[in-house]
């Protein structure tokens, strides 16, 4: 164990009230999709954590009541005893692996429009909902306040029935009743419960003083609160309220787990935060003003950062989101020297994105994460091989550098061949753009854990054709070709191609990542893709000093990337660097030294003065060489496997490209047509009765 090694200070067990933890790393409380929805994968996924060595593994937020009814978005809910069963799942499978189970009881205040329930919206004082929807909460009232405490109590109460060992309060994200009542921009009330600080924070000491006098001598009691919300003055600062906060409340909670506001803030991508560990210089002063145990997040990556936080009275507890869901066998990896094998987060946020798109969630890094029970995947476990030999894998991209490792964990013998003079495809070219280096991880996971194995032949510079693949003779073959950029402007608005006139100058995205740019500007980056793609060459080409116009179909720069928690950030920055950004106009023609555009609504016209014209529409996916196996019969050689994966067969996300290498590999040698009707385990409602 890791007793000897320099990490052993991440082993020692720390007591949390009434309940004890057996090492310091904590899951702390993660959206995952899965929610009150789908229980058994839920609990399947969080089990998986404690088996990965996760001493406390938290629920997502649980709604306490139906005025916090956060519908369409499938969060854990607590609203009565009906709800103890499927939570009761979480905790003894979490219990069944030794860890610790922690729920985060939370009432949303305005943050949940009750759209379900229909209940009223409360909130400190008169405002709107905080989504895009005609409604508005209305301030509480004493009886208002009474009745929150009794609920929450009563879900304290259901929550220790559940089998929870330690039951939250939360006043954090600017998603929560205690958060709102705290801030000054929610709470205008003139009664012992707004003005002064004191006055303000009194419903969270409620909070706290009831939920312990209700649970506490069975179950911890932890709060977890945002100590500054990086917006400097205008909002709560560490350096004031938030430290007077912590001072007010120190000894009541038996765990503070804090962060910072808002969740943009707290999941900050790499692209925006690119140190992991980016949250200590505001959460240091905690330890100082409390005896009882701090956990915190950050992007914890890192066992020497991880062991020299706690060795400097910065935490007690390593906490994670992220990095747990990247890979839930971090702390056994570090436990057992495996320190190499962790398979690291990159800050891409796409399991965010799938709490803003109300689905299961996934991680670009670990394609099992939420597959646990509808698949029956493990991170760390996958099927030995069958009857077959060998393998071959066509592209070093991210599909097939997936799909090369699972199969050589599987046991066979692997020969991976990649055109270019490195691994990694699309990863490297978009790991080059400004704020995303991390996403080379991607990559470097999985070339490090290939050049372990015995049973693996890399080649490089190696661009195979049919006939060299006949020769090497390996009739099981996984195509991971990838695709390009188009470069005639078909994408969402428009089907046909653009009118494109002789002497035009268009780039690809795949020009401006191998480093062809426009000689001279101003260059038009015209984005149809409407995610992510061109915000960064845009930004990139503004770095290089182009004078840069965005000119997009859609109402804002980038808007997929609402979903990651970046689309302001994004835009704040091109304007910041001199992008003009054009919305709801489509391109119609380019030509030398100008472009056409059209208002999406009126289709008035406008002619825009441009060198080039960046083109980020659509993707052209790479066949050919399969296309060409499939054909290959006839010259005497016939794959038995021949799978085409990754963005060859369906271009999309990097996570998309990893997952399909992932499920190829898990697929290979089963029965067809098994594979054919597996559709994954559902949770559907019985029905019974009439
Ligand atoms: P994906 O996201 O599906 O992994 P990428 O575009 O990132 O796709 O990667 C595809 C990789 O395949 C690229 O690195 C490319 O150089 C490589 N490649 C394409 N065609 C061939 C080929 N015929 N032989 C070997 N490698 C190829
Ligand atoms: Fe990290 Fe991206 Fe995975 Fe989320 S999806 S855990 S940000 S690697």
Known sequence: MANSSKYSVLFEPVKIGPVTARNRFYQVPHCCGLGHLRPRAHAAMRAMKAEGGWAVVSTEEAELHPSSDLSPYPEQRIWDDHDIPALRLMTEAVHDNGSLAAIELVHNGNHSANLMSRAPVLAPSDMSVDLI?????????????????????????????????????????RMTLAHHFLLKEYNDRADEYGGSLENRARLMR??????????????????????????????????????????????????????????????????????????????????????????????????????????????????????????????????????????????????????????????????????????????EKIQAKGRERDALVVGGGPA???????????????????AGDQLGGRVLQEAALPGLSAWKRVADHRTYDLSQRGNVQLFLDSKLSASHIAELGISNIFVATGSSWRRDGVGRTSRAPLEIVDGASVFTPDDIMTGTVPASGPVVVYDDDQAYLAGVIAEHLAELGKKVCFVTPASMV????????????????????????????????????????????????????????????????????????RQAGADGFRAATLELIGDAAAPGLIADAVYSGHMAARNFEQDPSEVEAAVFRRELTALSGT
């Open 206 to 379: 409620e909070l706290l003083e009831d939920t312990k006098e209700a649970i506490g001598d069975e179950c911890a009691v932890a709060l977890r609160f945002a100590v500054d919300e990086m917006m400097g003055p205008s909002g709560m600062q560490a350096s004031a309220e938030g430290r007077e906060v912590v001072e007010m409340l120190a000894e009541i909670p038996d765990l503070w787990d804090v962060n910072v506001s808002d969740w943009s803030n707290d999941s900050a991508t790499t692209r925006f935060q690119p140190e992991d560990g980016y949250q200590t210089s505001y959460i240091d002063f905690v330890k100082k003003l409390t005896s009882k145990p701090v956990v915190a997040v950050g992007r914890l990556n890192s066992p020497d950062m991880m062991a020299s936080m706690v060795r400097n009275g910065v935490v007690d507890f390593i906490g994670a989101a992220r990095p747990s869901i990247a890979d839930p066998f971090l702390p056994v990896k570090i436990r057992d020297d495996r320190v190499e094998e962790i398979r690291e987060c990159i800050g891409c946020n796409i399991c965010v994105s799938c709490d803003s798109f109300g689905i299961p969630i996934r991680c670009t890094q670990n394609p099992t994460m939420g597959e646990e029970w509808r698949r029956n995947w493990h991170p």
């Open 558 to 629: 980038s808007p997929w990337t609402q979903s990651t928690l970046e689309q302001t950030r994004i835009q704040t920055s091109l304007l910041q660097k001199g992008v003009d950004i054009m919305p709801h106009r489509q391109l119609r023609t380019i030509t030398a030294g100008s472009c056409d555009v059209t208002c999406t609504f009126t289709e008035q016209a406008e002619t825009l003065g441009c060198e080039a014209v960046v083109l980020v529409t659509e993707r052209v996916r790479h066949t050919t060489l399969f296309d060409e196996l």
């Open 400 to 418: 097939g550098l997936e799909c090369a490792m699972q199969l050589a964990k599987r046991g066979y013998e692997v020969t991976l061949a990649e």
């Open 133 to 173: 929807y005609p409604k508005q909460a209305r301030a509480m009232d004493k009886s208002d306040i009474r009745a929150f405490r009794r609920w929450h109590r009563d879900a304290a109460l259901r929550a220790k029935r559940a089998g929870f060992d330690i039951v939250y309060v939360y006043a954090g994200h």
